[in-house]
């Protein structure tokens, strides 16, 4: 009878031992099955279309080597052009004729009064030489078709009249300066009031359509220069605007390079802006649309879809940014579905602490 007692409390013993491991294997298993729901992220597949949040696959392919850097938009010299003074005088600028200021072809910029310097009206006395040379002229051109002047004397009269032709300025006679090309005025280069000489430049007009970039990398970057074929300005990429590299130099410590690019108005000249330099393609890169990275305390995460209603977040490490993508070096892998526009919704999804039904804290 002592066994048998014996034998049916170590039977006992050995199933509450079983039962009680079950139950906590029970137990384990229910925790980890909401540590794997606790990260999920709920959001609304409605809620999500309302506020704009898109998920593509991602996958690897092309993207530029990139080179961050600071630039100038200046307007393009190549398109410049100069307004001279045709006499000797005393210039007046017209109304409003400043730095800034617009101009069309053939607009009055200035006028000159000859008569208020030493040495008078040069062009007016000019004009009476040539006056009397085509007089002379006709003189002789009569005489010598009626055989009364000899060759060298009509030979004489004719070096004369172009002597004198040459030495009158029709455009002088009014004393005027004109825009020869239209565009923007950049530069005056006289005062209202001030003495000026005949040929010296009054001003210079910059064709408004074309406009350049001149940026700046350290001199160690010189060689990779070379490689550089575009660069974008934000979203203003040159090449989409007829842009085109047109040199490399080394400046004072720096190395430069230069394009030039259609104006379409959305970028002012004068401006500094940060630039991103593109150069050759790699292969088998993984980038996203800036818009897809969130930032938090200085790492960087984006958000995956995980089921219909949830996302989940995940670290990512950051490499080049041509300034629309970013390189991800690591945390994610082809195929897997990132939400590329509408991240910051998720973002205050994820803030407002939302729990996907059925995987409530509460036991």
Same mark, same amino acid.
């Given at each position: 009878?002592?066994?048998? =007692?014996?034998?049916?409390? /170590? #039977?006992?013993?050995? $199933?509450?031992?079983?039962? %009680? +491991?079950?139950?906590? /294997?029970?137990?384990?298993?229910?925790?980890?099955?909401?540590?794997? %729901? &606790?990260?999920?992220?709920?959001?609304?597949?409605?809620? /999500?279309?309302?506020? *704009?949040?898109?998920? &593509?696959?991602?996958?690897?392919?092309?993207?530029? =080597?990139? @080179?961050?850097?600071?630039?100038? @938009?200046?307007?393009?010299?190549?398109?410049? #052009?100069?307004?001279?003074?045709?006499?000797?005088?005393?210039?007046?600028?017209?109304?409003?004729?400043?730095?800034?200021?617009?101009?069309?072809?053939?607009?009055?910029?200035?006028?000159?009064?000859?008569?208020?310097?030493?040495?008078?009206?040069?062009?007016?006395?000019?004009? !009476?030489?040539?006056? $009397?040379?085509?007089?002379?002229?006709?003189?002789?051109?009569?005489?010598?078709?009626?055989?009364?002047?000899?060759?060298? &004397?009509?030979?004489?009269?004719? !070096?004369?009249?172009?002597?004198? &032709?040459? !030495?009158? =300025?029709? /455009?002088?006679?009014?004393?005027?300066?004109?825009?020869?090309?239209?565009?923007?005025?950049?530069?005056?280069?006289?005062?209202?009031?001030?003495?000026?000489?005949?040929?010296?430049?009054?001003?210079?007009?910059?064709?408004?359509?074309?406009?350049?970039? %001149?940026?700046?990398?350290?001199? *160690?970057?010189?060689?990779?220069?070379?490689?550089?074929? +575009? $660069?974008? @300005?934000?979203?203003?990429?040159? =090449?989409?605007?007829?842009?085109?590299? #047109?040199?490399?130099?080394?400046?004072?410590?720096?190395?430069?390079?230069?394009?030039?690019?259609?104006? +379409?108005?959305?970028?002012?000249?004068?401006?500094?802006?940060?630039?991103?330099?593109?150069?050759?393609?790699?292969?088998?890169?993984?980038?996203?649309? @800036?818009? !897809?990275?969130?930032?938090?305390?200085?790492?960087?995460?984006?958000?995956?879809?995980?089921?219909?209603?949830?996302?989940?977040?995940?670290?990512?490490?950051? *490499?080049?940014?041509?300034?629309?993508?970013?390189?991800?070096?690591?945390?994610?892998?082809?195929?897997?579905?990132?939400?590329?526009?509408?991240?910051?919704?998720?973002?205050?999804?994820?803030?407002?602490?939302?729990?996907?039904?059925?995987?409530?804290?509460?036991?």
């Amino acid at each position: 009878m002592r066994k048998v =007692s014996i034998f049916l409390a /170590a #039977t006992l013993l050995v $199933a509450c031992s079983h039962n %009680h +491991d079950k139950h906590h /294997a029970v137990e384990e298993h229910s925790a980890g099955e909401h540590n794997h %729901h &606790e990260d999920l992220i709920e959001l609304a597949d409605e809620q /999500a279309q309302n506020f *704009g949040v898109k998920v &593509e696959a991602i996958r690897s392919g092309e993207f530029h =080597s990139v @080179i961050q850097c600071s630039g100038v @938009i200046e307007r393009d010299a190549s398109n410049a #052009t100069m307004a001279s003074a045709p006499v000797s005088g005393v210039i007046r600028l017209a109304p409003g004729v400043s730095p800034g200021r617009m101009v069309k072809r053939g607009e009055k910029l200035a006028t000159i009064d000859a008569t208020a310097v030493s040495g008078g009206d040069e062009n007016r006395v000019a004009l !009476a030489a040539l006056e $009397a040379a085509q007089r002379e002229f006709q003189r002789i051109e009569s005489l010598y078709a009626a055989r009364l002047a000899t060759q060298a &004397e009509y030979n004489a009269a004719v !070096a004369a009249l172009e002597q004198a &032709e040459a !030495a009158y =300025s029709p /455009a002088a006679s009014s004393g005027s300066v004109y825009a020869s090309s239209s565009g923007v005025i950049t530069a005056l280069t006289v005062s209202d009031g001030a003495s000026v000489s005949a040929g010296e430049q009054i001003a210079v007009i910059s064709a408004n359509d074309r406009l350049s970039l %001149h940026a700046e990398v350290p001199a *160690g970057d010189l060689s990779v220069l070379a490689d550089i074929h +575009d $660069a974008r @300005i934000g979203g203003f990429t040159l =090449s989409e605007h007829g842009g085109v590299r #047109t040199g490399i130099s080394a400046e004072n410590g720096y190395a430069c390079i230069f394009f030039t690019f259609n104006n +379409d108005g959305s970028i002012l000249p004068g401006s500094g802006v940060n630039v991103h330099l593109l150069g050759a393609l790699r292969d088998n890169v993984m980038a996203l649309p @800036i818009s !897809a990275v969130v930032e938090q305390q200085g790492e960087y995460f984006v958000y995956l879809h995980h089921s219909p209603g949830h996302y989940v977040k995940r670290a990512v490490k950051l *490499g080049e940014s041509d300034g629309l993508k970013v390189e991800i070096v690591q945390g994610l892998h082809d195929g897997e579905e990132v939400v590329t526009e509408g991240a910051i919704t998720v973002r205050l999804a994820e803030s407002s602490g939302a729990i996907p039904e059925g995987h409530s804290h509460s036991h």
